[in-house]
């Protein structure tokens, strides 16, 4: 099944809004938690992360909240601008042995209205 | 930043074609990964190593092979290929802090 969840494949966020985007997991074994930036085509890039340990981290305009006990994280972007249009990936790696994989859900498409 | 390339960037080919796509890593990272991604399904982890001669089994591994030579090179091959592996294949490579780079992705269309 799918480990990493994103139940809205797409929001719509005026422009000057904060955009809001959720990800929900299975395992609470994961240990590092990030979002990514895609656009139609193109090689996701990486945006922000966390480690299992920080409930919070600040970059610029954006924030991961990492909630443990309910398996989820999420990301917002405040002063939401035109350029944010993209899909955003979150995704999460489960450390096992030295082997590990980042697992991403299956993206939402953010389009902000001007 | 990493630099991950790939090649070829689009490639096309016919039902029962044998294909490889090449990736390779400058930046001396120990992990690389294959994976795919499709309409509605996002990105799908095929093959990844944690280094050359190492191989480690993705989600959906099913049709291909991948090999490590070195360091730096990792190659996905399609020794049959069927419509169904028509895709847009990323590599991509990370280093010991979880931080992971993607190439600029292959297009291959499988007639």
Redesign the interface.
């Known amino acids: 099944g799918q480990q990493v969840k994103q139940s809205s494949p797409s929001l719509t966020v005026q422009e000057g809004g904060i955009s809001i985007l959720n990800c929900d997991y299975e395992n609470d074994m994961f240990d590092?938690f990030?979002w990514y930036k895609k656009y139609p085509?193109?090689?996701?890039?990486?945006l922000i992360?966390v480690?299992s340990n920080v409930d919070k981290r600040e970059d610029g305009r954006l924030t991961v909240f990492l909630n443990k006990s309910g398996k989820h994280f999420s990301l917002h972007i405040t002063a939401s601008q035109p350029e944010d249009t993209a899909v955003y990936?979150c995704a999460a790696?489960m450390n096992q042995g030295?082997?590990?994989?980042?697992?991403?859900?299956?993206?939402t498409k953010l389009t902000v209205s001007s | 930043e990493a630099a991950v390339t790939q090649s070829p960037r689009n490639k096309v080919t016919v039902t029962g074609g044998n294909v490889t796509l090449s990736c390779r890593q400058t930046n001396s990272h120990n992990?690389m990964?294959w994976?795919r991604q499709d309409t509605?399904?996002?990105?799908?982890?095929i093959h990844?190593s944690?280094g050359a001669g190492n191989l480690?089994i993705?989600?959906v591994p099913d049709g291909y092979k991948a090999t490590r030579t070195t360091q730096e090179d990792f190659f996905l091959l399609l020794e049959l290929a069927s419509p169904s592996q028509t895709s847009?294949y990323?590599c991509?490579s990370?280093d010991s802090s979880?931080?992971?780079?993607?190439?600029?992705?292959t297009?291959l269309t499988v007639l």
């Open positions: 590092y990030a085509d193109n090689s996701p890039t990486l992360s480690r990936l790696i030295g082997s590990a994989k980042l697992i991403f859900g299956e993206g | 992990y990964y994976y509605g399904h996002g990105l799908r982890l990844y944690y480690q993705g989600d847009l990323f991509a990370r979880y931080e992971q780079y993607f190439g600029p992705g297009r």
